[in-house]
C-alpha cells in the first residue's frame, strides 16, 4: 500500500474517532440584561438538575477611575427548578459571560459569549466609588500567562482560603471545564498550589475562575490569551481539547454591546455549536474519505493486473494516456526500404566500362589478367558498386549500383614495363581532367629458358 492509501486511511480514521456532545438540555435569558434588573433564564430539555448559573465579570470596568464595582454572581436554581430570577449588579455597557451547569458538571449547559449590560434608570445596586475585591486572590507562574502543553503553576495564600480552592476554565462562546487539581505543593515566593499542564488551543481566551467552599468564583478570575511559547507543544492536545469555536453561542439572543446588537443564536445550549457542525461535516469527510481510498486501491490493483498482461506496442500510443490526437499525417507509419531499379543509363555504362577492358587486354597481347600484369583493377568507387565477370574470357566488372547517375571517368595512362626493354605506350582514353599516368612493373613473360 502507497503512502498516499496511508494518510488517507488515518485521515479517515481520525475523523471517525471524533464525536461532537451533544446537549440533552438548553438555556436562554428570558430578559434582557439591564443595568440593576432582575436576569432571568429558562432552562428546556431533560438535565440533570440542580441547576446553577455563574455570571463572571468580562472585560474592563466602564466606570470613571477604573472603579471595579462588580463581583462574580453564583446563582443555585432553587430544588429541581429549570428557572431562576435575580439582581444583576452590574454598571450599563459593562459585559459579563454566563456558564450554566447541572448535576452533571461544570459547564455542561454550554457558555455564553460575552453579553452587554443595557441601561436603566436605576443605578442604586452599586457604589460607583467603592471597588470590589474576590474573598482571596489566586496567582498563576509564569506570570500573567498560560502556554499550550506547558507546566502553569495556581497558587494562593492558605491563610486567606476556606476549606480548599477549586478553579474552572470558562472559554468564551465555547468550552467550559474544571481545572484538574494535582498534588499540592509549599514553594518559596509562590506559596501553595499545584502544577496544571492547559490542554487548551494557543489563541483560545481562556478565564480561569478560582473558588472555595464560600461558592464558586469567590476567589476572583483572570482572563488569559493561550500563547504558543517559545518551543511550541501541542503533545496534550485532543480532539476534545477545549478552544474557542465559531457558531450559535448558549444562552438565546442577548445584547453583546452597548447598541443592543443581539447574538445570532436562537437558543442556547450546553454543546458547542461549532463542535456539531465540525462532528457533521467530520463525518461527512470520514464517509467520503473512506470511499475515495477503497476507489483508489481498487482501480490501482485493476492497473496494475492490466499492465502485466497487455502487450507493449512500440509503434502505437498507451489507451490509457490522455494525450490530445496529432494532426493528420504526424503518425509514423513503418515501410519495407526498396532498392531503386537499374536505369539504362547505368546499364549502358556498364556495357561501354566492359568493351575498354576488353580493348585493353587486347592491346597488350593478352586475354589473362595475371599474364598482362593487370593484376587487381579497383573498379569500385565511394558511390557505385560494381561485381567482376567474364566477357569473351576476360574479366569485367559489371554494375550493381542503385543509383541511376553514371560515374564521370578520368583518362588513364598505362604503361607495361618489358623485362629491359623501353616502356610501351601508354594507353590513352577520352575523358575530363588531367592524365593520369599508372606504372606497372615488368611482367616477366619474354624470358627465354636457355637451351
Known amino acids: 500500500m502507497s503512502r498516499r492509501s496511508l494518510a488517507a486511511l488515518e485521515l479517515a480514521f481520525y475523523f471517525s474517532l471524533y464525536s461532537p456532545l451533544v446537549s440533552s438540555y438548553t438555556w436562554s435569558f428570558t430578559s434582557t440584561p439591564q443595568q440593576c434588573a ?8 431533560s438535565g440533570s438538575p440542580p441547576y446553577n448559573i455563574l455570571i463572571i465579570p468580562y472585560g474592563p470596568t466602564p466606570l ?24 444583576l449588579k452590574f454598571p450599563a455597557t459593562s459585559q459579563f459571560v454566563a456558564v450554566v451547569s447541572d448535576s452533571t458538571g461544570f459547564g455542561s449547559g454550554g457558555t455564553s459569549v460575552a453579553a452587554s449590560v443595557m441601561s436603566s434608570s436605576d443605578s442604586s445596586c452599586y457604589n460607583p466609588n467603592q471597588t470590589v475585591a474576590p474573598d482571596f486572590p489566586f496567582n498563576i507562574y509564569p506570570t500573567n500567562q498560560v502556554v499550550q502543553c506547558s507546566a502553569t503553576r495556581l497558587w494562593w495564600n492558605p491563610d486567606q482560603v476556606e476549606g480548599t480552592p477549586s478553579f474552572q476554565g470558562v472559554i468564551p462562546g465555547g468550552q467550559s471545564f474544571s481545572i484538574p487539581q494535582g498534588t499540592i505543593t509549599q514553594v518559596s515566593n509562590e506559596g501553595t498550589g499545584f502544577s496544571w499542564v492547559p490542554s487548551v488551543r494557543e489563541g483560545s481566551t481562556l478565564i ?14 483572570g482572563v488569559y490569551t493561550v500563547s504558543q511559547g517559545i518551543y511550541p507543544n501541542s503533545s496534550c492536545l485532543t480532539d476534545t481539547s477545549p478552544s474557542s469555536t465559531l457558531g450559535s453561542p448558549a444562552g438565546g439572543l442577548y445584547p453583546t454591546n452597548a447598541s443592543g446588537a443581539e447574538t445570532t443564536g436562537t437558543t442556547g445550549s450546553k454543546t458547542n455549536v461549532g463542535a456539531i457542525v465540525g462532528g457533521v461535516i467530520g463525518g461527512l469527510a ?24 497487455r502487450p507493449v506496442d512500440l509503434l502505437h500510443g498507451d489507451p ?21 531499379e537499374p536505369t539504362d543509363v547505368s546499364s549502358a555504362y556498364a556495357r561501354e566500362d566492359a568493351r575498354s577492358t576488353v580493348m585493353s587486354s587486347s592491346r597488350y597481347g593478352t586475354s589473362d589478367r595475371r599474364e598482362s600484369g593487370i593484376t587487381s583493377f579497383d573498379m569500385r568507387s565511394a558511390t557505385p558498386d560494381y561485381e567482376m565477370g567474364m566477357v569473351g574470357g576476360t574479366t569485367i ?3 550493381s549500383r542503385k543509383s541511376g547517375m553514371p560515374r564521370v571517368l578520368r583518362p588513364v595512362n598505362i604503361i607495361q614495363h618489358d623485362d629491359g626493354g623501353a616502356a610501351s605506350e601508354a594507353a590513352e582514353g577520352e575523358g575530363e581532367g588531367e592524365p593520369e599516368t599508372v606504372e606497372l612493373p615488368p611482367a616477366y613473360t619474354n624470358i627465354q629458358k636457355k637451351t
Open 320 to 340: 490509457d494516456d490522455q494525450d490530445p490526437e496529432p494532426a493528420e499525417g504526424h503518425y509514423y507509419r513503418p515501410e519495407p526500404f526498396l532498392a531503386t
Open 397 to 399: 566488372p559489371s554494375s
Open 38 to 45: 432582575n436576569l432571568s433564564l429558562q432552562i428546556t430539555g
Open 286 to 309: 470520514a464517509v467520503v474519505i473512506f470511499a475515495l481510498a477503497g476507489f483508489y486501491l481498487i482501480r490501482r490493483r485493476t492497473a496494475a493486473v492490466e499492465s502485466k498482461e
Open 64 to 87: 470613571p477611575n477604573n472603579t471595579e464595582v462588580r463581583t462574580m454572581v453564583y446563582q443555585p436554581f432553587s430544588g429541581d427548578s429549570t428557572s431562576t430570577s435575580f439582581q
Open 208 to 221: 480561569v475562575v478560582a473558588g472555595d467552599d464560600r461558592g464558586l468564583g469567590s476567589g476572583g478570575s
